[in-house]
């Protein structure tokens, strides 16, 4: 009962968009050493409005030189591909803070 209780609670407090964000879209295309994922996410104003900006993050498969794909690349914001993020989350909310919003 303790542990539905908490996964009860937890999926409030993620659903609750406490990072200042919405997301909208979720995707992973291709194969092989083409793999990649998606994710667009919604920014919101300070004030807790939901903004029009949005932010899309890609990640690629991470492939050795002899072409062996294993894992994944870390996130990064395709407005800004120099920066990068270990979660989305946090690629989120770099980039949405960049723009002033959260």
Same mark, same amino acid.
Request: charged share 20%.
């Given at each position: 009962?303790?542990?539905?209780?908490?996964?009860?609670?937890?999926?409030?407090?993620?659903?609750?968009?406490?990072?200042?964000?919405?997301?909208?879209?979720?995707?992973?295309?291709? !194969?092989?050493?083409?793999?990649?994922?998606?994710?667009? =996410? &919604? +920014? %919101?104003?300070?004030?807790?409005?939901? !903004?029009?900006?949005?932010?899309?993050?890609?990640?690629? =498969? &991470? +492939? %050795?030189?002899?072409?062996?794909?294993?894992?994944?690349?870390?996130?990064?914001?395709?407005?800004?591909?120099?920066? %990068?993020?270990?979660?989305?989350?946090?690629?989120?909310?770099?980039?949405?803070?960049?723009?002033?919003?959260?």
């Amino acid at each position: 009962m303790k542990k539905i209780f908490l996964f009860i609670c937890t999926m409030v407090i993620s659903g609750t968009s406490a990072f200042g964000y919405q997301k909208l879209s979720s995707n992973e295309l291709g !194969s092989g050493d083409a793999k990649n994922q998606n994710i667009v =996410v &919604k +920014c %919101t104003t300070p004030t807790g409005q939901v !903004s029009n900006q949005t932010c899309s993050l890609r990640r690629y =498969v &991470k +492939c %050795t030189p002899d072409g062996k794909c294993n894992g994944w690349e870390n996130w990064r914001d395709l407005r800004n591909t120099t920066d %990068t993020y270990t979660t989305w989350q946090s690629a989120a909310d770099a980039c949405c803070r960049k723009m002033g919003l959260r």
